[in-house]
């Protein structure tokens, strides 16, 4: 059965409020109207959506209960199911909740805001700092399903914290439709690390959003990781609307075999003073394909913004491929801007440098690509985020 109205009438919406009801309709109603995506469109031009149909997946499979690791939280901190806040916290969900993009920009993103269950929302209050990461693991378990989890985090103003968001399913499963978005609400003076960790199942067809807002003097430090599902696109995209604002966008992928990655980042500069720093580092082995596609955008008011990005990749087979596209978007010329990509073989004299000390060809190429991943794997904000990342990278390598 196709995804229809009469899905919304399902136990895991019941007791939703009348607003998140009436959201959740007028989602449906767009993913109904709107078309699948073409590859007339410049953002699809590279990516072939044709062999994916929805509707095959229409059976939800509702993860609302999970597994959590989390520390003691402060006073004043809310961390409760998304589904849970809509009702006990109207006042800071309703105004928030879908606002860092449009539902309808495409058939994906309509079907998300449509049928999302399973998520998290976290609250922390003005000037609250919590020391310890939070933890949030999603999880599929079958084959044959969506599983739509979406992350709401809300940081009030002078706060400091981290948030781990991992996607995990069984290697094997048979193909599903699975998310993994997260919208990022940065308050004044507020320092936030966000790492997301997507390890679905190899068949799965992954679509997701990142979204942040950045207020003045924030700082947000966001860690995307992408290692699973057949078929992955992610929009990982800043929004700096206050002088003083920082955002930090930091990228690992390792696809092999079949696997295609898309990725689609934005650097919105939309006031002046604001600072954002940009790197996507991918290897790619066997015939794997991956696109990476990044804009920054320089608004007119926003003079001296400082702006860098780069994509770097690293094909381990002659059959594998990678695409990179840099773009800027200059409305102010007291700007300082950088972009750059890269795509290439491993060094053949670094293989030969430590082949020539006695070490074999095999491990020598584990080696130069460990070392590779090193300048993104260090800036993880925190260590359990990393040990984690070093451990996937190191199974995915042999």
């Known amino acids: 059965m196709p995804f229809n109205s009469?899905?919304?009438e399902e136990p895991t919406f019941r007791g939703e409020p009348d607003w998140l009801r009436d959201r959740r309709r007028n989602a449906f109603a767009a993913y109904e109207r709107l078309p699948m995506p073409s590859r007339t469109d410049e953002e699809w031009r590279r990516t072939d959506v044709t062999g994916l149909d929805p509707s095959t997946y229409a059976k939800l499979e509702h993860a609302n209960g999970y597994k959590q690791e989390m520390p003691g939280l402060p006073a004043g901190v809310i961390f409760e199911p998304l589904s849970v806040a809509a009702v006990k916290h109207r006042q800071l969900v309703e105004p928030l909740l879908f606002s860092t993009g449009h539902p309808d920009r495409d058939r994906?993103?309509?079907l998300h805001a449509a049928f999302?269950?399973?998520?998290?929302?976290?609250?922390?209050p003005?000037?609250?700092?919590i020391e310890e990461p939070i933890l949030r693991q999603h999880f599929s378990h079958e084959g044959g399903t969506t599983v739509l989890p979406h992350t709401v985090i809300v940081a009030g103003r002078g706060s400091r914290f981290y948030?781990?968001?991992e996607y995990i399913g069984e290697e094997e499963e048979g193909a599903g439709y699975r998310s993994g978005s997260a919208e990022i609400f940065v308050g004044e003076g507020a320092d936030v690390g966000y790492v997301s960790i997507q390890k679905w199942g190899r068949?799965?067809?992954h679509l997701a959003d990142q979204r942040a807002r950045l207020e003045k003097d924030s700082r947000l430090r966001l860690f995307n990781v992408t290692l699973g599902g057949r078929f992955s696109k992610s929009r990982v995209e800043a929004s700096l609307v206050g002088p003083g604002a920082s955002a930090e966008l930091k990228g690992i992928y390792f696809a092999s075999g079949k696997q295609f990655f898309d990725f689609h980042t934005l650097q919105d500069h939309q006031v002046g003073n604001t600072t954002s720093d940009l790197l996507f580092k991918g290897a790619l082995q066997d015939t794997a394909k991956t696109v990476y596609a990044g804009l920054i955008r320089i608004e007119k008011g926003a003079a001296r913004s400082d702006a860098y990005q780069a994509n770097r990749n690293l094909v381990l087979s002659d059959h594998a491929k990678a695409t990179s596209i840099p773009?800027?978007?200059i409305d102010n010329n007291d700007v300082r801007c950088t972009h750059g990509a890269t795509v290439g073989p491993v060094d053949p004299q670094s293989l030969f440098y430590l082949q020539s000390r006695g070490i074999p060809a095999t491990t020598a190429k584990r080696m130069i690509v460990q070392g590779f991943f090193g300048?993104?794997?260090e800036r993880i904000p925190f260590e359990q985020a990393r040990r984690l990342v070093e451990t996937e990278l190191e199974a995915r390598l042999g």
């Not at 999302?116 to 922390?124: A, E, I, S």
């Open 116 to 124: 999302f269950t399973g998520g998290n929302f976290l609250y922390v």
């Open 126 to 129: 003005d000037g609250v700092v």
């Open 327 to 329: 773009m800027l978007e």
């Open 375 to 377: 300048e993104v794997l």
């Open 108 to 110: 994906f993103s309509a």
């Open 163 to 165: 948030y781990l968001d």
């Open 203 to 205: 068949h799965a067809w």
């Open 6 to 8: 009469q899905t919304l």
